[in-house]
Each structure stands twice: as structure tokens, then as C-alpha cells.
């Protein structure tokens, strides 16, 4: 009798350890299977966030491109605030101004009894109409029924669709060739974010952080042609050897902070897709500035010491 019952007791015990070892491996694979679920709705939620941040932003566009004061529906506006826009000359000088739409006189910086609040007032007051009209902009679905009595507004509309019929297609048939975290610099604040190079274009995805309190944040993703880049130079970020500094040919530019390896990486990346990069890595700096022609242009008293 004891022999028949620790024999039924062993196999007691291993029918548990078979039940468990199968319950642990159903519990992992449940919860892998939740995981992905759950990357997959954030991932759904985020497209959908960028989606919408973008359809604002261009109705914000339009909106502001209509009501301005060469616009058809121009608004008399008492205060128009300017600032400077990122746009270079060939000295690297700011030069040109463009409308501030997001200004603020920092009254809080004063004591209230000396500021005029009023025009804030006027301000927040204009900027929730914008909203507003952005907001009832959005929620339309049929754009092309409310311009049926005029063809040429139908005839933009449907060029526009085609056009983004053909950028959706094109975007199908772009390759991505790396992918790496960098730092995104500007002069008020740093951006981390996700750098992509595709076949066609250089994608920036600024950094999701889902503890952060600011749910409803608007992420800046930015999208720059290869074709467009003229100059890459190599630069130094708080002593390191680690940036890159990328100029466009609309004046403009981005100054962008990598690991060293994959600074280099990038570097040759752009230098092999854009055959209108000039390689200067194998060159010196006298060979680099000798090329560049500055030193012609101060022989000749065209520019000076400080520029």
C-alpha cells in the first residue's frame, strides 16, 4: 500500500509541474500577445494624433494665408508682431522677418498694476476664433460640395488629390536606409528624437515620452528632401566630436548631435545619395577654405575681417 501510494504521489506531482510549466508558458504567451496589442494601439494612436496635428496645421495655413493683409478676406489688425525667421543669406545673417502669431509681451515678468492687459485679451480672444474656425474646418468631410459654383477652386481641389495620390505612392516606393537617435539643436532648446534616411527624403521624429504630463503635445516631426541639401559639414557639440551641421537650399539649416560612430555613418549616407554634397572629409582645412572662395572675395575687398 505505501509503495502503490508514494507511486501516486510522484505522479501527482508531475502531472502539477506538466499543468504549471503549460500554464506559465500560455501566461507568456499572453502576455507577448498583449504587448504587441498594446504597441500596436499606441502606435495606431500616435498615427492618428500626427494625423490630425497636421490637418490643423495646414487648415491653420490656409486660414492665415486668406486673412492676412494681402490675403482676400484681410483682417485690420491694430498690432502685428514680427520675428525673425530661420532663413540665412551667404553670411550666415538673419535677415528676413516673418509674422509672430504665438507673441507674448510676458506680463507676467511685471507688476500687474503697470500692464495693460487688454490687448492680450484681444489676443487670447482672436486666438480662440482661430481655433474655433480650425475646429469646424477639420469636422468637414466634403470639401468640394461647398465649391461646386466655382471651377476653378474644383479643378485645385482635384490637382491637389492627385498630387497627394502621387506623394502617397511615392512615399510606398521609399526605402528606409538608417535609422539612429540624435539630438535635434537649436538655439532656445534641444529635441531628441529618431533620425531616418530614406531613398528620397531625411525624416526627424521628435522623441514620445509616455510618462510625460502633456498628453495632448503637439510632436514637431520634420521632413527634408535629400535633393535639397547642398553642404554638410562636419562640427564639435560642447567639445565632442559628434555633429553635424546640414544646409539646404532654401537658406536654411540644422545643426544635429549623434553618437561619433554614427555621425560618420550618416555623413556617408548623405555624401552616397546626394552626389551634389561635396565630400570634405578627406580634405584639409586649408584645401576646404582655399575651395570655398573666401579667400578671393577678401583679396578683391568684397567682404570684410567680421563677416
Not at 496589442?37 to 497636421?54: C, I, L
Not at 495646414?58 to 532663413?87: A, C, M, Y
Not at 536606409?177 to 531616418?196: A, R, S, Y
Request: net charge positive; aromatic share 8%.
Amino acid at each position: 500500500d505505501k509503495i502503490f501510494e508514494q507511486k501516486k504521489q510522484t505522479q501527482d506531482q508531475l502531472q502539477r509541474s506538466i499543468e504549471n510549466e503549460a500554464d506559465g508558458e500560455l501566461k507568456a504567451k499572453y502576455l507577448v500577445q498583449c504587448k504587441n496589442e498594446a504597441k500596436r494601439k499606441q502606435g495606431v494612436m500616435h498615427t492618428y494624433k500626427d494625423s490630425n496635428n497636421a490637418a490643423s496645421h495646414q487648415w491653420r495655413r490656409i486660414l492665415r494665408s486668406l486673412t492676412n493683409e494681402r490675403g482676400p478676406w484681410s483682417t485690420t489688425e491694430s498690432t502685428v508682431h514680427w520675428k525673425l525667421d530661420k532663413t540665412e543669406n551667404g553670411a550666415r545673417m538673419r535677415m528676413k522677418l516673418k509674422r509672430n502669431y504665438k507673441y507674448n509681451d510676458h506680463s507676467d515678468a511685471v507688476p500687474v498694476q503697470k500692464v495693460k492687459v487688454a490687448p492680450q485679451q484681444n489676443l487670447q480672444q482672436q486666438q480662440q476664433q482661430d481655433e474655433k474656425l480650425l475646429l469646424s474646418g477639420i469636422k468637414l468631410t466634403a470639401i468640394g460640395a461647398d465649391m461646386k459654383d466655382n471651377d476653378d477652386n474644383t479643378d485645385d481641389i482635384l490637382d491637389e488629390k492627385e498630387g497627394e495620390k502621387d506623394a502617397v505612392q511615392q512615399e510606398k516606393d521609399v526605402k528606409a536606409i538608417f535609422t539612429t537617435e540624435c539630438q535635434l539643436i537649436n538655439p532656445m532648446n534641444i529635441t531628441k528624437g529618431t533620425l531616418q534616411i530614406t531613398s528620397a527624403c531625411l525624416y526627424f521624429y521628435e522623441e514620445r515620452d509616455e510618462s510625460s504630463p502633456l498628453i495632448d503635445k503637439v510632436f514637431k516631426d520634420k521632413k527634408w528632401p535629400i535633393e535639397n541639401i547642398h553642404k554638410v559639414l562636419l562640427r564639435r557639440y560642447l567639445l565632442r566630436k559628434s555633429a553635424l551641421e546640414i544646409f539646404l537650399s532654401d537658406k536654411t539649416n540644422l545643426f544635429l548631435n549623434f553618437e561619433r560612430r554614427d555621425r560618420t555613418k550618416v555623413y556617408n549616407k548623405l555624401v552616397a545619395l546626394n552626389p551634389n554634397i561635396e565630400d570634405i572629409s578627406t580634405k584639409t582645412p586649408e584645401q576646404f577654405l582655399r575651395n570655398t572662395g573666401i579667400m578671393r572675395d577678401w583679396h578683391a575687398r568684397r567682404i570684410s575681417n567680421f563677416e
